[in-house]
């Protein structure tokens, strides 16, 4: 069974300020997920990352990921209040039907 | 183009009663993916539809049921509903356009009084 580790649970960051979100994964994965969660609201789909080394960025957030240590970290710069939400890694296989298996979450509150 | 709906957005119900909940995917969707956001447990994948057939479960009792219609709306059903069923639902879609990419509806808050 596929699973999935984010640190930290709970991430308080001062606006301006650099962060980063970790996840590591058990097993060998195809796909590696970033979503955002806003209170009481759906996911949104932030990346979708494939393969060693891919790197991609919108905006403030950079996610990365690297197969061999099985880790995906999510990169926020210059933390601004509106990126305040919980932040959902998720990893998933062809050979499962690309089936989402989540990490816990982070819940990133960015404080003035 | 509409993205994918749920409903209802709330649901309150008692112990023991049976709940049903909606999903109408993307148009060109034929996959549709179940998943319980409960308090304290996460996000947990619960049941795939694909073409009208269910082709995967998560690890749910067989009370966690649901169908897949033609024109490939969804539907989930809770029988004899327990207090720690209380949780938001959340569907998904996927096309063969991008079959890695599950696209999420706004979800069902269902309460179990």
């Known amino acids: 069974e596929l699973k999935v580790e984010q640190n930290p649970l709970f991430l308080s960051m001062q606006e301006g300020k650099n962060y980063t979100i970790y996840c590591n994964y058990s097993t060998t994965s195809d796909r590696l997920y970033w979503y955002r969660q806003d209170p009481g609201k759906s996911l949104e789909s932030l990346f979708v990352l494939l393969s060693n080394g891919a790197v991609k960025q919108e905006g403030r957030l950079m996610a990365s990921l690297d197969t061999k240590a099985r880790l995906s970290t999510l990169h926020i710069t210059a933390a601004v209040h509106d990126l305040s939400a919980t932040y959902f890694c998720a990893v998933s296989r062809r050979s499962n039907d690309y089936k989402l298996s989540f990490g816990a979450g982070t819940t990133v509150t960015v404080r003035a | 183009e509409a993205g994918v709906t749920q409903s209802p957005t709330h649901l309150i119900k008692t112990r023991g009663q049976q709940a049903t909940l909606r999903c109408s995917p993307i148009?060109?969707?034929?996959?549709v993916y179940w998943y319980q956001q409960a308090l304290g447990l996460g996000l947990q994948f619960l049941l795939w539809y694909d073409e009208g057939e269910e082709r995967n479960r998560g690890n749910f009792p067989p009370r966690f049921s649901g169908r897949q219609f033609p024109n490939y709306s969804s539907e989930l059903n809770v029988n004899a509903l327990e207090l720690e069923d209380s949780a938001l639902y959340l569907c998904?879609?996927?096309?063969?356009?991008?079959?890695?990419?599950?696209?999420f509806g706004p979800g069902t808050r269902l309460t179990v009084l």
């Open positions: 148009s060109g969707h034929t996959s």
């Open positions: 998904a879609s996927r096309g063969p356009e991008r079959a890695d990419t599950q696209y």
